[in-house]
């Protein structure tokens, strides 16, 4: 159990576009999913929290007019990545914790976008 | 969250054990030790996680030190499959969310 799937796996498009992440919780509900970036060989960085029916709290620097999150329902978070420039380019990846659990934290496979 | 200290990479040859450490000297009492790994274009996948007592599970045996300063992760027979970065990680249970730090790059060598 504990599935957390991401949807696309991978995303191609041109500078200006706006591209919309699913982060969906399969078989479990998710009031707390989170929004992490990785570039290539580094880590993965922490973007945003996202809380169902409420707004997501952002790290230090991640421009939340840029990266607008939405949870709506315990089980789907979404992360639109506005007017997307080549910098944007880059390994999104999700991650959900079951309700009322705290402990371990379930990764998605990640969305590879790169922004021509 | 405390941090933690990795090696930045390993090698193991296939088949035998490997023995991950992971330092963290500044750990408080109800930090909980986790291991996730993750594989070439893919997310973080949980390998194991505990407090103070050495954990067994179907994918590896999470050894802690008495102090629980450091710990290891031992994976009992490395697959070519278990080449990833492995990242050892501090929360507790009023923490938000996990702080990803390095990890160390395991290569198996067959």
């Known amino acids: 159990g504990a599935v957390v799937s991401q949807h696309p796996s991978r995303v191609i498009c041109k500078s200006g576009t706006s591209v919309k992440i699913e982060c969906r919780s399969l078989?479990?509900?998710?009031?707390?999913m989170f929004w992490y970036r990785q570039f290539p060989k580094q880590s993965l960085m922490l973007m945003a929290t996202?809380?169902?029916?409420?707004?997501?709290?952002?790290e230090q620097g991640v421009e939340k007019d840029k990266f607008l999150i939405n949870h709506a329902s315990l089980t789907l978070s979404t992360l639109t990545v506005t007017s997307a420039h080549p910098e944007d380019s880059s390994f999104y990846i999700c991650?959900?914790?079951?309700?009322?659990?705290?402990?371990?934290?379930?990764f998605g496979d990640g969305t590879r976008l790169s922004i021509l | 969250d405390a941090k933690t200290t990795q090696p930045n990479s390993m090698e193991s040859n296939e088949e035998e054990p490997v023995h991950l450490p992971c330092n963290h000297s500044?750990?408080?009492?109800?930090?909980?030790i986790h291991w996730y790994r993750q594989l070439p274009s893919q997310g973080p996948e949980y390998v194991i996680h505990?407090?103070?007592s050495n954990v067994n599970n179907r994918m590896a045996s999470l050894a802690i030190a008495e102090d629980r300063k450091s710990s290891t992760l031992i994976l009992h027979r490395a697959t070519l499959r278990d080449a990833a970065v492995y990242y050892c990680?501090?929360?507790?249970?009023?923490?938000?969310?996990?702080?990803f730090g390095p990890g160390t790059r395991l290569s198996v060598l067959p």
């Open positions: 991650s959900a914790r079951r309700t009322g659990e705290v402990q371990p934290q379930h």
């Open positions: 500044t750990i408080s009492g109800t930090d909980y």
């Open positions: 990680i501090l929360r507790d249970n009023y923490g938000q969310n996990f702080v």
């Open positions: 996202s809380n169902e029916g409420s707004k997501a709290t952002y």
């Open positions: 078989d479990f509900q998710a009031t707390t």
């Open positions: 505990g407090l103070t």
